[in-house]
């Protein structure tokens, strides 16, 4: 049972190149959430997707966009990378129903240089 | 902007010692609460859940929940050096479709 998979692992960029993030999960769920962590600042909720085809925005959604490709899948692209973006980034899913937990993929180191 | 806020510690305990970990929330509709442990380098993983006002015990962690005072907390009982991690609380949006973590609260258990 792989749950959530994240590809990259790890990545480095150049400042103004563009990446996408892949996040899939075989757990039929619902919900499925972009998350980035930043050393002594937890994790922030980036954009979120309650259902397939709708999407929402986090508390730090700007220079991001997202893709709720199917009920699997979730993507977080990159348009044009800055030294701000370096973090790393988890995806995760969930019921959806608020009283279930979520579940995390590995991350996602990426460094924008 | 809904707040879920944590102190950050370190929160230091010697073994066999409970560790109290605290929450707070801004949002008084948040029905769900969850605690999450993460290891350095790893994913937050679940510990403990709890939806509503009391206590919630599952081994030696006991979740307590006052939704009155928005407040969560986690106590770990008989604490061991693996114990030793950051600890996320998490809430739930009234709608249930986005968890809201805070800054963690890393403790370190010494033997």
């Known amino acids: 049972n792989a749950g959530v998979t994240q590809t990259p692992k790890f990545q480095v960029l150049k400042t103004g190149q563009s990446m996408t993030l892949q996040c899939a999960q075989d757990?039929?769920?619902?919900?499925m959430y972009w998350y980035r962590q930043d050393p002594g600042m937890g994790l922030r909720l980036i954009y979120y997707s309650a259902s397939e085809g709708t999407t929402d925005k986090g508390e730090v959604p700007n220079g991001y966009n997202v893709s709720r490709l199917n009920k699997r899948e979730f993507s977080l692209r990159l348009e044009s990378a800055a030294p701000s973006q370096t973090s790393v980034y988890f995806c995760?899913?969930?019921?959806?129903?608020?009283?279930?937990?979520?579940?995390f993929g590995q991350g996602t180191r990426l460094t924008v240089v | 902007q809904k707040e879920v806020e944590q102190n950050s510690g370190p929160l230091s305990v010697p073994e066999g010692a409970i560790a109290s970990l605290n929450c707070t929330y801004s949002?008084?509709?948040?029905?769900?609460f969850f605690w999450y442990r993460q290891y350095s380098g790893k994913s937050p993983e679940l510990i403990m859940f709890i939806y509503s006002n009391g206590d919630k015990e599952d081994g030696r962690f006991t979740a307590q929940l006052n939704k009155a005072s928005q407040y969560v907390s986690l106590l770990i009982r008989d604490s061991q050096p693996s114990d030793s991690a950051t600890y996320l609380c998490?809430?739930?949006?009234?709608?249930?479709?986005?968890?809201?973590f805070g800054k963690g609260t890393t403790l370190s258990v010494s033997s």
């Open positions: 998490a809430v739930a949006n009234q709608a249930g479709t986005a968890l809201i």
């Open positions: 949002d008084r509709g948040s029905q769900s």
């Open positions: 757990m039929n769920h619902n919900s």
């Open positions: 995760a899913s969930s019921d959806g129903r608020g009283e279930t937990e979520a579940f």
